[in-house]
């Protein structure tokens, strides 16, 4: 019996260097200016990448280390090129990009309130520019034009 498949050509992607650290983090190469979003998993088995952090390269070379790094001996770390919007059109925002994360706090965590949780998990699709600071009633007025 032959089996045939047809569709588009399938093309393979160029095979990433395996890189063994003994620190918490990656060693990211790539064009200065490029963003990568940092991710990582406990763990090679599955598909949850939880995102660490961002990148900027500033050099064409750089090291991520995990501010917060976890008891996990098989801690699994990518960093992932991201798209970042280069104008920024409205002062005192921040671009907030793509990527999944973890809402909420662990029911163990100290000094946790009751409705941190439960934790859940997060993925943006898209990135959106989101204010730095808090709204002012002023700025809340001056778009809605009054309190509602």
Do not use: H
């Amino acid at each position: 019996m032959v089996v045939w498949a047809a569709g588009p050509p399938v093309g393979a992607q160029d095979a990433p260097a395996l890189e063994i650290a003994l620190y918490p983090g990656i060693r990211v190469t790539g064009e200065v200016g490029t963003t990568y979003v940092i991710e990582s998993k406990n763990g090679v088995e599955g598909d949850f990448w939880l995102t660490r952090g961002w990148l900027e390269l500033t050099t064409p070379t750089a090291i991520w280390m995990d501010p917060v790094p976890t008891d996990s001996p098989r801690k699994v770390y990518r960093a992932v090129k991201v798209t970042k919007p280069v104008v920024q059109t409205v002062p005192n925002m921040v671009w907030i990009g793509p990527g999944t994360f973890v809402m909420g706090s662990p029911e163990d965590e100290r000094g946790r309130w009751d409705g941190e949780g439960p934790q859940t998990r997060v993925t943006l699709t898209k990135g959106f520019w989101m204010g730095k600071y808090e709204v002012t009633v002023g700025e809340y007025l001056a778009v809605m034009g009054e309190m509602g």
